[in-house]
């Protein structure tokens, strides 16, 4: 089945504790990205991947890293995550970067206290 | 910069009954495509329906239609003989698209309800 994966889905966790959200995607799309949810707020991008160790910022970047080392995954990563870092968090991807269908995963809710 | 808006935080229909969600945009790009995604409260984001920029007539999926106004940036999705499943929150968005990226700009969202 193709799909996109997100583990874990829901995290609790401390300040300053390192965590990583991993995306995986089985249909050999190039393109990937992050998104967060907040209320009120929509959603926003927070980096996005073209291809293989191609990366770049989105909206709000501030606080997260990421890498593409391999096409089928794009972990986000939060070094020291703070409590503003709350929120809803979805992996999405596309065939290439020009198609303007985007596959969202299942999301990840994440309490930061 | 492109901007969505969802002015109707929350709205309420009767089943069986037709209800619309409305929708602008800002944007100085002759063609796009917009997009209105349904979030139900599993989280997962479904594509409803989509609507190139280019094309005059308006998108229709099953229960579900735009009314595409280009000229005003109105974007409004109509649902159609609604149904206790149609319960969720309905985020209106926007691509941009060009140079590097490749991203949807979303509305705030408008948590409908369907009373039975």
């Known amino acids: 089945e193709a799909q996109v994966t997100q583990n874990p889905r829901y995290l609790i966790t401390v300040t300053g504790k390192k965590l990583t959200v991993t995306c995986s995607q089985n249909?050999?799309?190039?393109?990937m990205s992050w998104y967060r949810q907040d209320p009120g707020l929509g959603l926003r991008q927070i980096y996005y991947?073209?291809?293989?160790?191609?990366?770049d910022k989105g909206d709000v970047p501030e606080g997260y890293k990421v890498s593409r080392k391999e096409k089928r995954n794009f972990p986000l990563i939060l070094e020291s995550p703070s409590p503003n870092q709350t929120s809803l968090y979805f992996c999405?991807?596309?065939?290439?970067?020009?198609?303007?269908?985007?596959?969202f995963g299942p999301g990840t809710r994440l309490t930061v206290t | 910069a492109q901007t969505v808006t969802q002015s109707q935080p929350e709205m309420s229909v009767q089943e069986a009954e037709t209800v619309t969600l409305s929708c602008t945009y800002d944007?100085?790009?002759?063609?796009?495509?917009l997009f209105w995604y349904k979030q139900p409260p599993s989280r997962q984001m479904i594509l409803v329906i989509r609507?190139?920029?280019?094309?005059?007539q308006n998108a229709t999926e099953n229960r579900f239609s735009v009314n595409f106004q280009k000229a005003a940036k109105s974007f409004s999705l109509k649902i159609s003989d609604s149904q206790l499943g149609d319960a969720a929150m309905y985020f209106c968005?926007?691509?941009?698209?060009?140079?590097?990226?490749?991203?949807?700009?979303f509305g705030t969202g408008t948590l409908l309800a369907v009373q039975p």
């Open positions: 968005a926007y691509r941009v698209y060009g140079g590097a990226t490749n991203k949807l700009i």
């Open positions: 991947s073209m291809n293989v160790e191609v990366t």
């Open positions: 249909m050999n799309h190039e393109y």
């Open positions: 609507q190139e920029a280019y094309k005059q």
């Open positions: 999405a991807s596309s065939l290439k970067p020009s198609d303007y269908e985007q596959y």
């Open positions: 944007t100085s790009e002759s063609d796009y495509y």
